[in-house]
């Protein structure tokens, strides 16, 4: 039914009409038993009409939008709204308000069905149709860490495929997103550009803790003509802890799990003009066997400092190119001077324990350079004080 149609309703009864005897005139007389039926009574009953907002066959509605049903000449009982699969969106009704428990989904049909009852106290259903904004681009993302066990360094993160464009846009974004830790964390969110964002706790991780991340992000605007198409979750695990610090200067690379020193190993990490970042990093991904082309990194083929390796045992520490692995040809510098590309080199018998005794999420505190790790070159939510972290929030 189209919005502001009357819902047809049946005439109402008469529910106190019966048949009356006629009267005669003066002096007559009338045939025994004879009568005359008397005129119904009209009904007062009125029709209920239903008004919608959207209204019917609206497109390109908000899908921050909440539904508004209002009857003239009935009562709302109840309204229910559902998607072109028939599925029930959950919601409730606060008056002739219908507000949904979560955004709609852009580029989705609504039928709206809404419950009246008239005067005569008949139920009578109205429907109306609407559909949500189709997005020029679908705002895209990916959370990680993905359902694995992890290092005690490995935050939370959310990753979008083009920016988040205004503040306001990121703050609604981060409202969206629950973090549940058992046992209880604390932590915040905070951006690292327009298009990440992580969540850190106020130190490393606890061993053993759970993490659950609940993205409600389906129907949130995040630039023009851009909104995001669905929601999503993950799980992880935060495994036992272990800390690797590499001093720089004494070309030493210290391993500590869960609070003893396990292994020290000679080290030797980027020359003059290559020098290894110095902050705390962490594992981002492991790879036993790869070819490390320069070219990659913008050394290109020709240059003096042009190489094409093939490494083994390789643990990315950085999106700029520099990994911990095996370098057997670095071996006689290794504890001694720093002599590579900005890798952290070892010999292939500790580059094997290492890779072995590390997960992705384990922390390398870099120590001992003059360069620092900055944003967009890995993981740097550790590169900050909790309170200077928690300024990175978008809702502070």
């Known amino acids: 039914?189209?919005?502001?149609?009357?819902?047809?309703?049946?005439?109402?009864?008469?529910?106190?009409?019966?048949?009356?005897?006629?009267?005669?005139?003066?002096?007559?007389?009338?045939?025994?038993?004879?009568?005359?039926?008397?005129?119904?009574?009209?009904?007062?009953?009125?029709?209920?009409?239903?008004?919608?907002?959207p209204a019917q066959g609206a497109k390109g509605v908000d899908p921050a939008?909440?539904?508004?049903?209002?009857?003239?000449?009935?009562?709302?009982?109840?309204?229910?709204?559902?998607?072109?699969?028939?599925a029930e969106v959950e919601g409730r009704l606060d008056g002739d308000t219908w507000r949904p428990a979560r955004r709609l989904r852009p580029a989705t049909s609504y039928t709206v069905s809404?419950?009246?009852?008239?005067?005569?106290?008949?139920?009578k259903t109205a429907t109306s149709r609407f559909t949500t904004v189709r997005p020029t681009t679908v705002a895209k993302y990916v959370l990680a860490p993905m359902d694995d066990v992890v290092g005690v360094g490995m935050p939370a993160m959310v990753t979008f495929s083009s920016s988040v464009a205004t503040p306001q846009q990121r703050a609604e974004v981060e409202k969206h997103l629950k973090v549940t830790t058992e046992p209880a964390t604390t932590g915040s969110w905070g951006w690292l550009s327009d298009r990440r964002l992580m969540w850190r706790p106020e130190s490393y991780w606890k061993p053993g803790t759970k993490v659950t991340v609940e993205a409600q992000l389906a129907g949130l605007q995040t630039g023009e003509g851009k909104w995001v198409g669905r929601d999503d979750s993950e799980t992880f695990t935060i495994g036992r802890s272990q800390i690797s610090k590499v001093d720089m200067k004494t070309h030493q690379m210290t391993v500590v799990r869960d609070g003893q020193v396990v292994r020290t190993i000679p080290v030797t990490t980027g020359k003059d003009g290559f020098t290894t970042r110095s902050g705390t990093k962490v594992i981002m991904e492991k790879v036993g066997h790869m070819t490390m082309d320069s070219a990659t990194v913008g050394i290109p083929k020709g240059h003096p400092e042009y190489y094409k390796l093939d490494t083994e045992w390789n643990m990315r520490v950085t999106t700029t190119g520099e990994f911990l692995h095996a370098a057997p040809w670095s071996q006689w510098?290794?504890?001694?001077?720093?002599?590579?590309?900005?890798?952290?080199?070892?010999?292939?018998a500790n580059a094997s324990w290492m890779f072995q005794s590390s997960m992705v999420g384990d922390v390398v505190e870099f120590t001992g350079s003059d360069r620092a790790?900055?944003?967009?070159?890995?993981?740097?939510?550790?590169?900050?004080?909790?309170?200077?972290?928690?300024?990175?929030?978008?809702?502070?």
């Not at 004879?34 to 009904?43: G, N, R, Y």
Request: glycine share 10%.
């Open 1 to 53: 039914m189209v919005a502001g149609c009357s819902v047809q309703a049946p005439a109402a009864r008469d529910q106190g009409s019966t048949a009356t005897r006629s009267a005669a005139p003066a002096g007559s007389s009338s045939s025994a038993g004879s009568s005359a039926p008397a005129d119904p009574t009209p009904s007062t009953a009125t029709a209920p009409t239903v008004d919608f907002v």
């Open 65 to 86: 939008a909440t539904v508004s049903v209002r009857s003239a000449g009935g009562n709302l009982a109840a309204v229910t709204v559902r998607d072109e699969a028939g």
């Open 114 to 123: 809404a419950e009246v009852k008239g005067q005569d106290g008949a139920a």
């Open 333 to 348: 510098a290794q504890g001694r001077r720093n002599v590579s590309h900005g890798c952290t080199n070892m010999s292939m």
């Open 373 to 396: 790790f900055r944003d967009g070159e890995g993981i740097t939510a550790w590169q900050y004080s909790y309170a200077d972290w928690t300024k990175k929030s978008a809702l502070r």
